[in-house]
């Protein structure tokens, strides 16, 4: 840093030198393990008699397409509202998505998809892994702002692993069905954000308080990116679950759930408000809370009715959570929950969670008729009772709010590390810190930011 040309060239070689290292590492480890799958190998795929047709390519890859494009731009762009961090928020969330893609293909397929020695890839491993970069992104929104691109990328090495573990346990181990990932994903990203915040409080925050807001422009930004996540969270509920009536289902379900969430958001921001106007943080996220709610059931047969009422109750829940409990969060739990992924990722996930536990008890055969199969393989062969997999939907998301709690408290200590950089106080939700910022085309330009030693974090 400027007045301090040991951190500077530390800084100027930290993130290189790890950037260069893992993505050396990671190529090792393709090198030796990854090969195509039956459905994308030359020889395999034309050994036996098909139809280039029945490819699994044409039937996932419209899904993997959106997904891919919630990950990057919707992510991105959502967490774009804060005035002078744009070029972190959209820098950011590519360079932490581009490499857990390649880390969770590595960790997810040694769990799941690990035969003769190779993991096996195909465009299904490719949504998977756009899944986990998203449960690695929710995180990011806790802790924006605060932390370096090293600390970052640290904190994606370890995710991904947790997040590969913990998804091994619910869906193999314990029969858990949750397909849009209220647990895997929201609930779990959001909490393993929220612990990491809470180790890396900052008690003297308020030195760059000034910035954590928005301006008109940034405000428009997020909305874009509100915008591309609302229109294809149907694609990213039913992108893993079985084609036909499933898939149909899980899309129509996540439909009519975000346009509830969205009226009740509007309803409940102008109720709550002193003068009856709307609040933009709450359409940008609380909105949105209807396609977390229902990851978890929306294969279910939860009904059109139930879709909406989830996603009204979702909206409600999270808009309710901006005005009131993000503040008590930082003033009494010292959560400084920046993009408030507790309001639109982790309460719903809960929420989706127990919605889950409730369908899931109510299953039965004259309900599903041939389809239980497909939703509920364990009930449909007889091996656990409707009952049963009600109680293994419940203990998957004690389990996963574990590895979350107890993953966050370790990424927080590692993040801590005296060797990573990190902004001071004074300098918290400031591109300049990282980024080359052209304040000349900016009608009032940013004067070059004054750069201090990072505060000793608490």
């Not at 909490?191 to 308080?209: A, D, I, M």
């Not at 036909?244 to 969205?262: E, K, V």
């Not at 009715?305 to 109750?313: I, T, V």
């Not at 979702?314 to 993000?326: I, R």
Request: hydrophobic share 45%; aromatic share 12%.
């Amino acid at each position: 840093m400027a007045g301090s040309p040991r951190r500077a060239g530390g800084r100027r070689l930290l993130l290189p030198l790890l950037c260069l290292f893992f993505q050396g590492a990671t190529a090792i480890l393709f090198a030796v393990f990854v090969r195509y799958n039956h459905e994308t190998d030359a020889a395999l795929w034309h050994w036996g008699n098909h139809s280039n047709a029945a490819n699994e390519f044409y039937f996932r890859y419209p899904s993997f397409q959106d997904v891919h494009v919630m990950v990057f731009v919707g992510f991105g762009f959502l967490m774009a509202f804060l005035q002078r961090y744009g070029f972190s928020s959209v820098g950011f969330t590519f360079f932490l998505a581009a490499f857990a893609l390649q880390w969770s293909t590595l960790i997810q397929g040694f769990l799941h998809a690990f035969h003769g020695g190779h993991i096996h890839v195909g465009v299904e491993s490719m949504i998977n892994a756009d899944f986990c970069a998203g449960a690695v992104l929710i995180s990011f929104g806790a802790i924006l702002g605060k932390t370096g691109p090293a600390q970052l990328l640290l904190m994606a090495l370890l995710e991904v692993v947790l997040f590969g573990v913990n998804e091994f346990v619910l869906l193999s181990l314990l029969g858990v069905r949750d397909a849009g990932g209220s647990m895997t994903i929201h609930t779990f990203g959001a909490y393993f954000g929220l612990v990491l915040s809470r180790v890396l409080y900052r008690p003297r925050l308020e030195k760059s308080k000034h910035r954590q807001g928005s301006v008109y422009h940034s405000d428009l930004f997020a909305m874009i990116g509100t915008i591309f996540l609302w229109i294809f969270w149907p694609s990213f509920n039913s992108a893993p679950t079985m084609l036909g009536d499933g898939q149909h289902r899980t899309a129509l379900n996540t439909y009519y759930s975000l346009t509830a969430s969205t009226l009740s958001t509007f309803a409940l921001s102008a109720l709550v408000s002193s003068d009856g106007r709307l609040d933009m943080v709450h359409i940008q996220n609380a909105a949105l809370a209807g396609g977390v709610v229902v990851g978890t059931s929306s294969e279910m047969m939860l009904t059109p009715f139930g879709a909406l009422a989830a996603g009204f109750l979702a909206g409600t829940v999270s808009t309710l959570g901006y005005k009131f409990f993000t503040p008590i969060l930082e003033s009494k739990f010292k959560v400084q929950d920046t993009c408030g992924v507790h309001n639109l990722h982790g309460m719903p996930g809960i929420l989706g969670a127990l919605l889950g536990v409730l369908v899931a008890g109510l299953a039965t055969h004259e309900a599903y008729g041939d389809g239980l199969e497909n939703v509920f393989p364990l009930i449909a062969e007889g091996q656990r009772s409707a009952t049963s997999q009600a109680m293994h939907q419940l203990f998957g998301l004690f389990v996963t709010l574990m590895f979350a709690s107890v993953g966050g408290g370790l990424g927080g200590l590692l993040l801590k590390l005296p060797c990573l950089d990190y902004p001071s106080d004074s300098q918290c939700y400031e591109d300049q810190v990282y980024w080359e910022v052209p304040g000349e085309h900016e009608d009032t330009a940013q004067e070059p930011l004054k750069m201090e030693e990072p505060d000793t974090q608490a």
